[in-house]
């Protein structure tokens, strides 16, 4: 046999068994942990919804390579004796699919946002967005101003990092095709191999919660289509960020920003100083902590919703004590 050939067999058997482990390991996965909530189709999306309490409407959205489970760990049972609450699987991420066609730019994903709000007649949210997902609710809120009430913005995402973060650095694939390949071959082994790297930049310098891989959805990012939605949304926020950042002081809601002194994956100066000093009435609170503080500090981050939803309420918007 020659050689050549040799080597080719060996790598097609190669490539064969990852793409086995990583769609075993999928569905092993997606068996241990289904949707928790139900599916409202929009424009571009079939979206996977949480929805619990009632009263005035909450929407919540998560961060890249994340899923709603960073919500319903424990801020969304917080938030539901008192108001509506709604978190979302961004389009492609958790349980929710980009339709064949659909841009993964921010923008596109704020219009499938602004769908929901309509679909479920949410009357003007405060919308909550962390980390990415905070970049997504300002281009929410700069699109369709109208459907919104406030934003309350946790470790958000607001100018584009002259550095990426170590822990996303695997996703900086700007090519679609390379995308699925590394997907479906190279991205599981390499996740499994740097889990607790990558899990110490995303949580420190808090500890990981020993349940965070079930009931914190860590498991679900694993998936190969969730590697691929992670990595396209990586390369539309380089994209799109700029021209958001642009439209911060034309910006008119009350918008307010939680961010951890010691959050490891953004700079809380840069990110969110560097925001409230570009919008009118804005502002931060610090506190001690990292970058989920949703999980880490699932008490703090609610009662820092509730601040902003009554302030929205009521008509303030200026700052309080951090």
Wanted: positive net charge.
């Amino acid at each position: 046999m020659h050689p050549l050939l040799i080597v080719l067999i060996v790598l097609a058997a190669g490539v064969g068994g990852l793409w086995l482990f990583t769609f075993a390991t999928a569905r092993r996965v997606e068996a241990m942990l289904p949707p928790q909530g139900r599916f409202v189709d929009v424009p571009g999306a079939r979206l996977h919804v949480v929805e619990r309490g009632q009263g005035r409407p909450l929407l919540l959205i998560h961060g890249l390579a994340g899923q709603l489970c960073h919500f319903t760990y424990a801020v969304v049972d917080l938030l539901a004796t008192r108001y509506r609450v709604i978190a979302v699987d961004r389009p492609g991420s958790g349980y929710s699919v980009r339709l064949p066609g659909a841009s993964g730019a921010l923008y596109a994903q704020a219009d499938a946002m602004a769908a929901l709000i309509d679909t479920l007649q949410l009357e003007r949210p405060v919308v909550v967005g962390h980390s990415l997902g905070g970049a997504l609710a300002l281009a929410l809120a700069q699109r369709h101003p109208g459907r919104v009430s406030a934003l309350a913005l946790v470790a958000p995402l607001t100018h584009t990092p002259k550095d990426l973060s170590p822990a996303f650095s695997g996703l900086a694939i700007t090519r679609p095709w390379l995308r699925h390949l590394v997907a479906w071959t190279v991205a599981l082994p390499a996740t499994i191999a740097q889990r607790d790297t990558i899990l110490g930049l995303v949580f420190g310098p808090e500890a990981v919660p020993s349940d965070f891989a079930t009931r914190g959805g860590g498991l679900l990012g694993v998936r190969p289509s969730h590697f691929v939605a992670a990595s396209t949304d990586l390369a539309a926020v380089m994209q799109d960020l700029p021209t958001i950042e642009s439209r911060y002081p034309t910006m008119q809601l009350p918008v307010g920003v939680l961010y951890g002194r010691g959050d490891r994956v953004l700079d809380p100066t840069t990110q969110g100083q560097g925001l409230v000093d570009r919008l009118p009435g804005a502002r931060l609170d610090l506190v001690d902590g990292g970058h989920m503080l949703p999980i880490t500090a699932p008490a703090r981050t609610a009662a820092f919703i509730v601040d902003i939803a009554e302030r929205a309420l009521h008509g303030s918007a200026g700052r309080s004590p951090s």
